[in-house]
């Protein structure tokens, strides 16, 4: 592909490992706080008859979910087989994603409580607790269940195409309505499997864009265990075709045989490095100045946390550009984090790709995601240069998306009006 640079070996330093919490402290930490949520909200329901029938129904959802919370981390060690450890990973994140939203409502209710009381005692009001009580604790319940339920159906559904045209100061006429295919944060592992990408393959495909990019956070294991539910990747079309950037997630899973596997499957791993695209052919000869300024830059970094793990491949947005031709001023880069955004504005980028934040998949993580990242989801500017987020097109963790619904994006470079 003409103007490619492309590193040739894959990087020979092994990826740092990151130390989880102990699988024994997370289970008594879990523990503990399912006992919070029982103290908290099984006596309220069985103080109040029309509910008392709810309270050991909750209670036995405690009990299991704090028994199968820890399965997906030890799964392997306590199955015969391949599908019975599945099954149990299944099961435990499911709890997982029931319980963060449980954890979450009772403490969020017991802070309602306090300002209730609090606003009664000053104000002279008085407050029925016998009603609200249970009904608080009987709403939490409902609510937690609801959403995890919806959330599950939204996470398993195969994302939505979205829409999003950018408006690109100078952009060539040949580059108008130029496609770029996003992918993000599939993270393929214990729940997102062959069938899964095949159904974003296909949806994919039926798109026709001019490029596919993967942001980041495709993976959530080793090669061997995961190369055949990835395999699908492979047959990916695209008119430049699909173009491939490391995530942090990536580098947890042991990036050096994930690039060589992404390689071999045809996709072009981009590591602080760029392509030169060119653009719909325009009549009559062309000098290479002309070439070049008629074709889009197409560059890849490494994850903004990349360095820790191998300081070879510390992320490097200007670095990307080395050998670009000036000419071409139309460049899009792709990089996992947000974070990245800065650093690619001063390189003089007019669009950034990214995604890592999930849209915070749930509440309440939507909330924190703005303490670590300029961006949470959709687009926007930063200096000269627009910056669009996906919210991902699987999930991480528990199978639970809820007001952040997963995304395949469709961006299409506009030309800036006025």
Do not use: C
């Not at 449980?102 to 017991?110: I, Q």
């Not at 997630?249 to 072009?268: K, M, S």
């Amino acid at each position: 592909m003409p103007g490619t640079r492309l590193a040739p070996d894959v990087p020979r330093a092994p990826p740092a490992s990151i130390a989880p919490m102990p699988i024994r402290s997370m289970s008594v930490l879990t523990a503990l706080l399912h006992v919070y949520i029982a103290l908290r909200l099984v006596p309220a329901l069985a103080s109040f008859p029309p509910l008392a029938p709810l309270w050991p129904l909750l209670l036995l959802a405690l009990v299991v979910s704090a028994a199968t919370i820890p399965l997906p981390f030890v799964s392997r060690r306590i199955a015969r087989t391949v599908s019975t450890a599945d099954v149990l990973k299944w099961v435990g994140l499911i709890a997982m994603g029931w319980f963060s939203s449980m954890f979450v409502l009772t403490a969020l209710r017991d802070i309602a409580l306090l300002l209730t009381l609090g606003v009664g005692a000053i104000g002279g009001i008085a407050i029925d607790w016998h009603a609200l009580l249970p009904s608080s604790a009987a709403g939490v319940m409902g609510i937690a269940t609801a959403t995890s339920l919806i959330g599950f159906v939204n996470a398993r559904r195969t994302a939505g195409v979205k829409h999003v045209d950018v408006p690109i100061n100078g952009l060539p006429a040949a580059l108008n309505g130029f496609t770029i295919a996003q992918l993000s944060d599939i993270h393929v592992g214990p729940t997102i499997q062959r069938g899964y990408i095949q159904r974003i393959v296909d949806a994919v495909n039926g798109l026709g864009a001019d490029v596919i990019a993967i942001t980041g956070d495709l993976v959530d294991g080793s090669v061997p265990e995961l190369r055949d539910h990835i395999a699908p990747l492979a047959d990916l079309r695209a008119r430049h075709g699909t173009f491939v950037v490391t995530g942090n997630h990536e580098y947890y899973a042991g990036a050096p045989a994930w690039i060589a596997e992404l390689r071999r499957l045809g996709l072009t791993v981009l590591l602080n490095e760029h392509v030169l695209l060119q653009g719909r052919a325009r009549r009559g000869a062309q000098t290479d100045e002309e070439e070049n300024a008629n074709s889009l830059v197409l560059a890849g970094v490494t994850d903004f946390t990349a360095g820790h793990f191998d300081a070879a491949q510390a992320s490097d947005p200007r670095g990307s550009l080395a050998g670009a031709p000036p000419e071409a001023t139309t460049r899009v880069l792709l990089a996992h984090q947000p974070r990245s955004a800065p650093a690619a504005a001063d390189a003089g980028f007019a669009l950034q790709l990214s995604g890592h934040t999930h849209g915070g998949q749930f509440f309440p993580w939507n909330l924190f995601v703005p303490l670590q990242q300029p961006f949470t989801a959709g687009l926007h500017k930063l200096r000269d240069m627009w910056v669009y987020v996906s919210r991902g097109t699987g999930y991480w963790g528990p199978p639970k998306r809820f007001g952040a619904p997963s995304e395949i994006t469709l961006v299409r470079l506009v030309p800036q009006r006025g």
